[in-house]
């Protein structure tokens, strides 16, 4: 059984441009989560998916969205970049879209905007 | 103010020595969730506690939860290198499909 898989594992942007992360939910999980990590805090919750609709979100602005396909893969897009989206983007998939399911993390992606 | 404050910050403990970490949150709590982290890497999964009283262990590892409190601790016996890291509980404080609120962590050091 594989975990949960993330790609790229390190990117770099210039502020303005925009990024898509993916992510790949360990298998028979139908629910995806994303989160924003910035240096010495702990994650933030973005938003969740379950079976393709999001039906769950934290406080980030509406530049911030994602997507969950049909195999329950999911990407997270961020447009108009800005310095302070630079951060470690973490994605976990889960059984259900409570959280008595339990969440499998990713090891992240580290996006770094300039 | 966080909804969940980790203690300590940074922890510098002598390998072989016990340690505790509280999690205490600012809102009802549905479920608690112990993970490590090695700097800029994924979150590992320790425990999952959703019972006020409830106290699990794996191997040199134990979490409690007191509902009452609304507080959670960790504690390790006899440390060993292998659990330097960073320690996050995450919480479910909304009881919906919120997603987890996370605390800041506690960074563990452990010296030889």
């Known amino acids: 059984e594989t975990g949960v898989t993330q790609s790229p594992t390190h990117l770099i942007k210039t502020r303005g441009q925009q990024v898509t992360l993916r992510c790949s939910s360990q298998s028979g999980h139908n629910t995806v989560s994303w989160y924003q990590q910035a240096l010495g805090q702990g994650p933030q919750f973005i938003f969740q998916?379950?079976?393709?609709?999001?039906?769950g979100r934290g406080n980030f602005p509406p530049r911030f969205s994602g997507l969950q396909f049909p195999n329950y893969s999911s990407e997270l897009n961020v447009n108009a970049l800005e310095l302070d989206d630079s951060a470690l983007y973490l994605c976990?998939?889960?059984?259900?879209?409570?959280?008595?399911?339990?969440?499998?993390f990713g090891s992240g992606t580290r996006l770094t905007v300039v | 103010s966080q909804e969940l404050e980790q203690s300590p910050q940074s922890l510098i403990v002598q390998e072989g020595k016990n340690l505790t970490i509280n999690c205490t949150s600012s809102k009802t709590l549905y479920g608690l969730y112990w993970y490590k982290q090695k700097y800029g890497e994924g979150l590992i999964f320790l425990m999952m506690l959703q019972k006020g009283g409830e106290e699990k262990s794996h191997e040199k590892i134990t979490a409690k939860l007191d509902e009452k409190k609304q507080q959670s601790s960790l504690h390790i016996t006899a440390s060993q290198p292998s659990h330097a890291g960073i320690y996050l509980c995450g919480a479910d404080i909304g009881g919906g499909a919120d997603g987890l609120t996370f605390g800041k962590g506690t960074h563990l050091i452990i010296q030889p």
């Open positions: 998916y379950y079976r393709e609709e999001e039906n």
């Open positions: 976990a998939s889960s059984l259900g879209p409570y959280s008595d399911y339990g969440y499998t």
